[in-house]
């Protein structure tokens, strides 16, 4: 157990829907980075939020956003839901915004877009 | 794209043998990451190798790092049944983003899935 929660667990979307996800991070980090990962491949960086801002943003469009509560807990938003955003959905936090140390994973959700 | 390269991309053993998987990546590191996933679910991490180490222990598991051949090894010694799952390495590494912000995030490679059989 990381302390990192996400809910929900699965969730199954059709194509043009929106979805929410949440993350809880681990006391203490404050900053927190989204993941999505395709079957069979390694998880790719969506973004990061440090102190409730958007801190770096991979190769994914603008319907991918995000929010940084001041409890650090997160939420992923993706809009116009396309059959590729059929992921496994994981945050990570860590205690500072240095790359320098481990990150503590959640569990993940993992989303199916029909 | 993919900083980090596994090979191979599959492996089958019994339990008692010992599992071995590389990792190759393609720009200078601070450290390199391995972590564990099982069955799709989140990822655990189990060793960090900073750039001036060479080896690193773990219980089971050894951790050594070339960075002159930009390459890392994870060995897991007298493999479990429990030790199947999907092994990635990772590397921090500092980006600047279509805004110019500065930030540094995690790329993985595609991963090693080892399957221990009892």
């Known amino acids: 157990e990381t302390g990192v929660t996400q809910s929900p667990t699965h969730l199954i979307k059709t194509r043009g829907q929106q979805v929410t996800l949440r993350c809880s991070s681990q006391?203490?980090?404050?900053?927190v980075s989204w993941y999505q990962q395709a079957l069979g491949q390694g998880p790719q960086f969506i973004f990061q939020y440090y102190r409730e801002e958007e801190n770096g943003r991979g190769n994914f469009p603008p319907r991918f956003s995000g929010l940084q509560f001041p409890n650090y807990s997160s939420e992923l938003n993706v809009n116009a839901l396309e059959l590729d955003d059929s992921a496994l959905y994981l945050c990570a936090s860590r205690r500072d915004v240095s790359m320098l140390g481990e990150q503590f994973f959640g569990p993940g959700t993992r989303l199916t877009v029909l | 794209s993919q900083q980090g390269e596994e090979d191979p991309q599959a492996l089958s053993i019994q339990e008692g043998e010992n599992a071995t998987m590389n990792c190759s990546y393609k720009?200078?590191?601070?450290?390199l990451q391995w972590y564990r996933q099982n069955s799709g679910r989140g990822l655990v991490h189990l060793i960090l190798?900073?750039?001036?180490?060479r080896e690193k222990h773990s219980g089971r598991l050894r951790v050594t790092l070339d960075t002159s051949k930009k390459s890392s090894s994870l060995l897991i010694t007298a493999s479990r049944a429990a030790d199947t799952a999907s092994y990635f390495c990772?590397?921090?590494?500092?980006?600047?983003?279509?805004?110019?912000?500065?930030?540094?995030?995690?790329?993985f490679g595609q991963g090693t899935i080892l399957t221990v059989h009892p």
């Open positions: 006391s203490g980090h404050n900053t």
């Open positions: 990772a590397t921090p590494l500092s980006h600047i983003d279509a805004g110019g912000t500065s930030y540094g995030k995690l790329t």
């Open positions: 190798i900073r750039s001036n180490e």
């Open positions: 720009t200078s590191i601070n450290n």
